[in-house]
């Protein structure tokens, strides 16, 4: 029997009890998924995985994804993506070191984008016996339900695109800005014309019902939109600004403070998520599975 704790006001949870290295029965499991589509972002505390374990957990929710960053995924495991601020011996990162600077939810920019994304911690930087790297999220299901209604009228009917390649060039361009100002250390691989021309624009409407929870929610994020349909650039700038402000504010937020053994896992039609970058030179590595979902409209 698993237990649920609640760790924010609109999401996160903790769930105990359960030991994910071994095969789930699938009484456990459907709790577990239950746990999760209720709360969207939920961890579990102390695991110890392999990397063939996260997999088969995390398939168990649907099909992997394989990065179209190929240079980031882990070897011999093409369905974990590799976060990390390491090196390798000849001094190349051996992960993608600055994925998230932007409120994002994962390859939204997808025509099938993905289901939800599962973390798992191997070194977390701590300075002063302070966790360093915490990840916040933000309930976009909650943000669109506390909407007025008018304004619930007006997203309804609106279109988004999303862009992997917008959202490419706009993170090493902040990247190189960065390392122009000293600020990182670690120079990631630039986009090559291959990975931009790989993931076409996709557009679909704003306000996403989810597949399992029927709840509506905000289907836009900093990262990867790139703009509003049927409007000029500024307008839609200005009204995603707007959106962006809303679905950021506290209340909709939880924070995770990492510890090592961590398996933390979000919804990514519900929720959207943000790096922070406060640990280098210290180590962060993580691994990241990612279950595809359905295709938007
Ligand atoms: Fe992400």
Partial sequence: MITVTRAGKHLGAEISGVDLSQPLDDDTFAQIASAFFDNEVVFFRNQTLTPAQQIAFTRRFGVLEAHVRKESRLADHDEIFVLSNKLDAGGKAIGAQDAGRYWHSDLSYKREPSMLSALYAVEVPIKDGVALGNTYFASSTAAYDALPDAMKQRVDKLRNVHSYREYRLKNYAAQQEDERRGIRTVQEHAPTPEQLASVPDTEMDVVRTH?????????????????????????SDAELAKLYAHITQPEFVYCHAWRVGDLLMWDNIAVQHKATFD??????????????GPAVV
């Avoid at 590595?285 to 595809?292: A, E, G, Q």
């Fill in 211 to 235: 597949p399992v929870t029927h709840r509506k929610g905000l289907f836009i994020n900093e990262g990867h939109t790139a703009w509003l349909t049927g409007m000029s650039r500024a307008e």
């Fill in 279 to 292: 640990y280098d030179p210290l180590p962060r590595l993580m691994y990241r599975t990612t279950v595809r």
